[in-house]
């Protein structure tokens, strides 16, 4: 509903940023979900030695993900004048809204070729994956290998990376906890080498009393 001031419970400004998210978002969330994983400086430039994975999944595919389940919530009403409309619809409309606005300024989108660190192609298992922004207006954001030309979609580059964030804790989880083994290893060898060098007294609690210096005439 338009009254010419508001659509719905939504200013007419809150609005139009609103729709400008949606739009905007179709193209972000994709970027999103790669910025964690590319290289920067030139897109074909060679790395002699590699660089460590991130660990943990990236804040970029994080906040991918928090506008992905948003966008899905919104899918429950028609079109947009219906969830400005919704008198809960529209405080998702405003939170969907601030969600695009902050991750598009802290990671703008980049309308240029960039390498994938990191993530094999499913289909050939090389490291030759590319991020190819849209080659024209409405075009899709694509990630593909270079090796065999396979195209990775959102969803199955989303479920590539959550495995490898995964892969990643888990490898920390066990150095930390070999860390700590070997911690307690060296700590119970230390004290078991300060027991056997401990004297109690003069000459040590288990030495002959007849023989201490105390006893002696």
Request: glycine share 6%.
């Amino acid at each position: 509903m338009y009254d010419g001031a508001n659509v719905g419970y939504m200013t007419y400004d809150e609005f139009a940023r609103f729709r400008r998210a949606v739009h905007y978002s179709l193209k972000l969330v994709p970027w999103l979900r790669v910025a964690g994983y590319i290289k920067t400086g030139d897109p074909d430039e060679i790395h002699g030695k590699s660089v460590e994975p991130p660990l943990g999944i990236p804040p970029t595919w994080l906040a991918a993900e928090e506008i992905t389940q948003l966008a899905q919530a919104l899918n429950r009403w028609a079109d947009l004048e219906d969830v400005a409309a919704d008198d809960g619809g529209f405080e998702l409309a405003l939170v969907f809204t601030r969600e695009v606005e902050t991750a598009s300024a802290k990671w703008p989108f980049e309308d240029r070729p960039h390498r994938v660190q990191f993530v094999r192609c499913p289909s050939c298992h090389m490291v030759g994956l590319r991020y190819e922004p849209p080659a024209f207006h409405g075009d899709l954001i694509a990630v593909k290998c270079r090796e065999c030309s396979h195209y990775v979609s959102e969803e199955e580059f989303a479920k590539l990376t959550a495995l490898i964030a995964l892969e990643f804790a888990d490898a920390k989880e066990r150095s930390s906890e070999r860390r700590l083994g070997n911690h307690r290893a060296s700590d119970g060898h230390d004290r078991k080498n300060a027991a056997n060098d401990l004297q109690m007294g003069a000459h040590g609690e288990s030495a002959d009393p007849a023989t201490r210096e105390d006893d002696v005439a």
